[in-house]
């Protein structure tokens, strides 16, 4: 389920310090996003930050709530979010703390993906 437009508002206030925070509606969700980058997703009005390697160690805290998932083909896939804790919700410095590392993964994904994206040929050109 999407965030209700209060929890919206409140995230992008509260997130505001990281530069231009959107939400978008994907996939039965709400995408989370600062300058065009999906730092967190929202379902039911819980915010989920995304993780990699780099601040899965910074995140421990949240590692004892189950992931983002979804189901597949019987099988679950946990995605790489991971739930906020809802102490930040009354401790705003330190959601933004957690919110740029999220970010900071977010900047690493996308970067990976521009590396790994098959560059296209161009068609030679008549003479």
């Not at 919206?8 to 709400?30: N, S």
């Not at 804790?85 to 330190?94: A, C, H, S, T, W």
């Not at 919110?99 to 790994?116: E, I, M, S, W």
Request: charged content about 30%.
């Amino acid at each position: 389920m999407v965030a209700s437009d209060s929890f919206a508002e409140f995230l992008r206030e509260q997130l505001a310090p990281l530069g231009r925070v959107t939400m978008r509606r994907m996939f039965g969700k709400t995408g989370v996003f600062c300058d065009g980058l999906m730092l967190g997703m929202v379902t039911d009005d819980t915010l989920y930050f995304r993780v990699d390697d780099h601040n899965r160690a910074a995140f421990k805290e949240a590692q004892s709530f189950p992931p983002l998932n979804y189901e597949k083909k019987g099988c679950t896939i946990d995605l790489s979010f991971w739930r906020a804790p809802e102490r930040l919700f009354d401790e705003p410095d330190e959601l933004v703390t957690w919110a740029r590392a999220a970010l900071g993964a977010a900047r690493r994904v996308a970067a990976k993906r521009q590396r790994t994206v098959p560059r296209r040929k161009s068609k030679p050109q008549p003479t």
